[in-house]
């Protein structure tokens, strides 16, 4: 399929021709969902923890005497059933990840270019070089565009762009090989740059 290009000043920049295997696809969510939880299970730390009953500082001493209190036997404060005492079977530190296929993660990629280009969402520009790494001027720049919560794709990110865009909170660059399906959806705006979409379909051959 033909997407018109632009340049960073809003001007045409020509047309570029995007592989239908990659761009062309209908989107499944079921797809995008597995690759996702993915994504976000092995990004969790998982470092949550309690302390159990062998691990809560209490005495060690016999709280009361065995027997004649009219109560239940007890040996030790630390006891689950006290306040304060240890919890039983709580969460420890542990990974959340699990495996996924590459092909599959590749898929997953496919699919999430697919939906962007099936919601209007995808916008391909000529290059993102500029002369100096001003944040105002970018800000200007992308305000001008109407890009709003962008992520900005491209073979390798420009060092003078990454500067000047790091302070901006709704833009995001990365590289081709930083690409990601939890990244692109989440993104209001997908920005791909004329190398970028060559560099990916490098990648999702």
């Known amino acids: 399929m033909k997407a018109e290009a632009i340049k960073l000043d809003g001007k045409a920049a020509g047309s ?3 592989n239908d ?3 062309g696809l209908e989107p499944r969510v079921d797809i995008l969902h597995r690759v996702v939880r993915w994504q976000r299970n092995n ?12 691990e ?6 016999k709280i009361y005497r065995q027997k004649g209190t009219g109560g239940a036997r ?21 990974s959340h990840g699990h495996d996924l296929t590459k092909k599959f993660r590749k898929l997953g990629l496919r699919h999430a270019l697919s939906a962007k ?34 992520l900005i794709i491209d073979a390798t990110v420009n060092e003078d ?10 833009i995001d660059a990365l590289p081709v ?18 190398a970028g979409v060559e560099a990916l379909e490098a990648r999702l051959k």
Not at 74 to 94: D, E, L, Q, V
Request: net charge positive.
């Open 16 to 18: 570029v021709d995007l």
């Open 21 to 23: 295997e990659i761009f």
């Open 43 to 54: 990004a969790q730390a998982g470092t949550h923890k309690v302390k159990t009953r062998s």
């Open 56 to 61: 809560v500082k209490y005495s060690t001493k």
């Open 74 to 94: 007890h040996g030790a404060r630390s006891a689950p059933i006290f306040r304060g005492g240890g919890i039983y079977k709580g969460p420890t530190p542990r």
């Open 117 to 150: 280009v099936a919601a209007g969402e995808l916008v391909i520009v000529d290059n993102i070089d500029i002369k100096d790494a001003k944040t105002s001027a970018l800000a200007k720049t992308v305000g001008a565009l109407g890009w709003k919560r962008c």
């Open 161 to 170: 762009f990454a500067v000047a865009a790091r302070n901006i909170t709704s």
């Open 177 to 194: 090989m930083g690409a990601n399906v939890y990244d692109i959806l989440k993104s209001d705006t997908l920005v791909l740059t004329k």
